[in-house]
Antibody, heavy 121, light 108 residues
Framework: EVQLVESGGGLVQPGGSLRLSCAASGFTFSSYAMSWVRQAPGKGLEWVSAISGSGGSTYYADSVKGRFTISRDNSKNTLYLQMNSLRAEDTAVYYC??????????????WGQGTLVTVSS | SYVLTQPPSVSVAPGKTARITCGGNNIGSKSVHWYQQKPGQAPVLVIYYDSDRPSGIPERFSGSNSGNTATLTISRVEAGDEADYYCQVWDSSSDQGVFGGGTKLTVL
């Protein structure tokens, strides 16, 4: 059974940093691209970042480019999102999602339960 | 950047057919994926690559994509289909994922 479990969310002050993790199980992690998608309270889905199965290709939304870094450790079956210079508008539930294959198309066939990030003083 | 436009809301009576559109410039040249999201839950993929259904998704859900509009069609709508629906594409020109604003489906 495919499982994705996010962790690392919480309350952080503006300008602060946070690292999210997504522990994957039930599939060959290194064979699939992965994405982070967020949802601000009461708002729609927003794609944040994606990474290929090997980790060799990474992609970012303009809203987070230069502040967020996506990475993965295929030996630990874990996806990460390092978030720096956080702003109030980054407040959201952050989901990790498994893609359909190694190439990034952001067709998430499995999603985690999400972790809430709140940026506030 | 690429923009996807969805109607904010669609209403349909039980047993009828719901059609949710997703507009984008020459979207027919892209692969469209559709998600269903119920309150407090993570999104669920219901259609991928324009018209393919993941296992476990009822045949009542179908998709099409041509020109400037992609459409998610839900036949014989049930109360349990009430949810927010999002379309999504990968924009290869900018190497970014794009979601539509979402459509709230109300079953009357």
């Amino acid at each position: 059974e495919v499982q994705l479990v996010e962790s690392g969310g919480g309350l952080v002050q503006p300008g602060g940093s946070l690292r999210l993790s997504c522990a994957a199980s039930g599939f060959t992690f290194s064979s699939y691209a992965m994405s982070w998608v967020r949802q601000a309270p009461g708002k729609g889905l927003e794609w944040v970042s994606a990474i290929s199965g090997s980790g060799g290709s990474t992609y970012y939304a303009d809203s987070v480019k230069g502040r967020f870094t996506i990475s993965r450790d295929n030996s630990k079956n874990t996806l990460y999102l390092q978030m720096n210079s956080l702003r109030a508008e980054d407040t959201a539930v952050y989901y990790c999602a498994k893609d359909l294959g190694d190439i990034v198309v952001v067709a998430g066939d499995y999603w985690g339960q999400g972790t809430l990030v709140t940026v506030s003083s | 950047s690429y923009v996807l436009t969805q109607p904010p809301s669609v209403s349909v009576a039980p047993g009828k057919t719901a059609r949710i559109t997703c507009g984008g410039n020459n979207i027919g040249s892209k692969s469209v994926h559709w998600y269903q999201q119920k309150p407090g839950q993570a999104p669920v993929l219901v259609i991928y690559y324009d018209s393919d259904r993941p296992s476990g998704i009822p045949e009542r859900f179908s998709g099409s994509n041509s020109g400037n509009t992609a459409t998610l069609t839900i036949s014989r709508v049930e109360a349990g289909d009430e949810a927010d629906y999002y379309c999504q594409v990968w924009d290869s020109s900018s190497d970014q994922g794009v979601f539509g604003g979402g459509t709230k489906l109300t079953v009357l």
